[in-house]
Structure formats: C-alpha cells, structure tokens
C-alpha cells in the first residue's frame, strides 16, 4: 500500500528566506502529485500540482518531482508570513481496482517576520 | 470563499449523543471525501463516495459513523454515540473524479467538540 512521508514536521524560516518542503512516495506507479495549504481555521486548498519529471514554477512557488528517487519537493522562495501553514503532499496513483489520494502528515512552516 | 460548503461549522455534543454534520459538494463534482483531523495535524480518511455511492471507507466509519449521500449536492456524515476521541474537525472535499488530474476542494470543515 502507498506510503507518503513529509520532512520536515516542522520548518522555522526567517522573512524572505527559502523554504524547502519534502515528501517521499513508496508507489513507482503514482502519476498525479499535489502540494496543498491549510491556514489556521481553514481547510485545506490546492497550492500546485506537477505531473512530470522536473520542476514547475508558480510565482515564489517551484516544486520538483522525481519519479525514479520517489519524491517531491516544494520550495517557497522569499516567504512570507501569510506563508506560515500546514502544508500537505497528496499522491494520487492505482491501488487494486482505483485510484486513490494519498495526504501526507504534512510539515508545519512557520515564517518569523 | 470554499466552493464546498460545511455545516454548521460548529458542533457541541455530550457523550453518548448523536451528531451530523452536512457537506454540499462543488457543482459538477462527482466524488466526495471526508476526512478527521485533530490538533492540526494529518489528515484522516474516513469514507469516499463515487457517484452518491460508497467505494472505500475505513473500519472506524462502519462501526460508528453513517455517511450517505442522498444526492449529487448533499452528502451526510453522522455519528450514532460520539465519544470524547470524536472532538476533531472534520473536513469534506470534492473532485470530479478520484483519479484525474483536478485538484481536491476543501470545505472550512465542522469543527466537534464532545465533551
């Protein structure tokens, strides 16, 4: 069964500062990766997603998927304090007879002004 | 605004009762999700729906919970006896289909408290 792990569970970074999320898969058969944001109070919401081998950039956000290692990554470039948030991996690939979303533990960023 | 709509947003129950908490999924989405997550922490799945049916849930939902969703824009999620480790904020998410490549949109989540 698919296994998807965060690193760090938490993250200190300064203003302005970069912020590097990680997470591992254990399904070499995955296909679909997200990177989602929940505020304090809030549910959570789609930040970006990234289907293929490489980086995708979106603004101060860049993730990197490496299919062949079993992981992805996103890092925040210049963060802010509206940055500071639980920030959760999901993988989606089939298991058995469908496809299923798998959340991470997520990593709580926090971003000192 | 969260184009998946929770309610209430609130809910205070004394052991032993009954809660229910509502989930009006995002227009054309086909699949729902609920989801426990206590303390800010990871999020835990309880059950899916496909096409108003369920495909997957865990023990816990078929032991305690009732979940149902009598139609495309209401899906239900119900606890016969809470018990104090209930006290979680529950979330339910939308997608058009469990598998493309569309995202998950997230309600605000109905936050119990069971004491």
């Known amino acids: 069964q698919q296994k998807v792990q965060q690193s760090p569970e938490s993250l200190i970074v300064p203003e302005g500062g970069m912020a590097s999320l990680n997470c591992t898969f254990s399904d070499r058969n995955s296909q679909y990766f997200w990177w989602y944001r929940q505020h304090s109070g809030e549910g959570p919401k789609a930040l970006m997603?990234?289907?293929?081998?490489g980086d995708k950039k979106e603004g101060r956000f860049t993730a990197h998927l490496n299919k062949a290692s079993l992981h992805v990554s996103l890092h925040i470039k210049d963060s802010q304090p509206s940055d500071s948030a639980l920030y959760f991996c999901a993988v989606i690939g089939w298991d058995t007879n469908a496809y299923k979303v798998i959340f991470g533990k997520g990593t709580h960023l926090h971003v000192l002004p | 605004d969260a184009a998946v709509t929770q309610k209430p947003r609130y809910l205070i129950k004394m052991k032993g009762q009954e809660a229910e908490m509502k989930c009006i999924p995002e227009?054309?989405?086909?699949?729902v999700f609920w989801y426990q997550q206590k303390q800010s922490k990871e999020l835990k799945f309880l059950i899916y729906?496909?096409?108003?049916?369920?495909?997957?849930q865990i023990d816990m939902v078929k032991e305690r919970f009732s979940a149902v969703c009598p139609s495309s824009s209401l899906c239900s999620l119900g606890i016969r006896t809470c018990e104090a480790e209930d006290s979680a904020l529950y979330l339910c998410s939308s997608s058009q289909w469990q598998g493309t490549n569309s995202d998950y949109t997230f309600g605000s989540g109905t936050r119990l408290l069971v004491i």
């Open positions: 227009k054309g989405h086909t699949a």
């Open positions: 997603s990234i289907f293929s081998n």
């Open positions: 729906f496909q096409n108003q049916q369920p495909l997957d």
